[in-house]
């Protein structure tokens, strides 16, 4: 299995903060990356597929960047209703995994 | 807008065998763009990917479950279904079904989960 490390496991922050959250994959994925955002009860929602592309309605203040196997995951101005826990997930070869999450809290 | 929606035994004994279904509604799952697949999460813990199958036979399972998975597909009732055997404590967690983009290999769509304890 691919294995997806992310870090950091937990961030705090301040609302107009930019967040950054990074992911690397154990071997070569391409660009077959993509990133959920989950709230507590809830289940995740798609950000961003393909490392770069935004999914439909999501706001620009989210995007995505690659270098090799390093990931990466940007909110530009942190807003109150993005305080969540982000996944990261490869798509290159089943099974699919995700990275164990980080959790963006209130500072 | 497709919907999916999981039902099943919020409680199961351990040894016996998990059963879920899924419910879809607003597309069909003849659609050939589309893996219908099942993802858990442990209480408090990241995300797993169990198996996921395509209405032409396509099937793949994670090898972690493979020996204890089966995911099927019911054409006609627009559903699909898990069956997790010989279950144990490790199988608590909550059971999502989901809708992934051939194409992209990514959940555009997910039920809202349920949760399944292994107790007896």
């Known amino acids: 299995d691919i294995q997806m490390t992310q870090s950091p496991s937990s961030v705090s922050a301040s609302v107009g903060d930019r967040v950054t959250i990074t992911c690397r994959a154990s071997q070569g994925i391409s660009n077959w990356l993509a990133w959920y955002q989950q709230k507590p009860g809830k289940a995740p929602k798609l950000l961003i597929y393909a490392a770069f592309t935004l999914h439909s309605g999501v706001p620009s203040r989210f995007s995505g960047s690659t270098s090799g196997t390093d990931f990466t995951l940007t909110i530009s101005s942190l807003q109150p209703e993005d305080f969540a826990t982000y996944y990261c997930q490869q798509a290159n070869s089943f099974p699919w995994t995700f990275g164990q999450g980080t959790k963006v809290e209130i500072k | 807008q497709v919907q999916l929606q999981e039902s099943g035994p919020g409680l199961v004994k351990p040894s016996q065998t998990l059963s879920l279904t899924c419910t879809v509604s607003g597309g069909s799952i003849s659609s050939g763009g589309y893996y219908w697949t099942w993802i858990r999460q442990h209480p408090g813990k990241g995300l797993e990917w169990i198996a996921y199958?395509?209405?032409?036979?396509?099937?793949d399972y994670n090898p972690s479950l493979k020996s204890r998975v089966t995911i099927s597909l019911d054409t006609s009732k627009n559903q699909f279904s898990l069956k997790l055997s010989s279950v144990t404590a490790a199988d608590t967690a909550v059971y999502y079904c989901a809708r992934v983009s051939i194409t992209i290999k990514v959940v555009g769509q997910w039920g809202q989960g349920t949760l399944v304890t292994v107790s007896s």
């Open positions: 199958t395509h209405y032409s036979g396509t099937t």
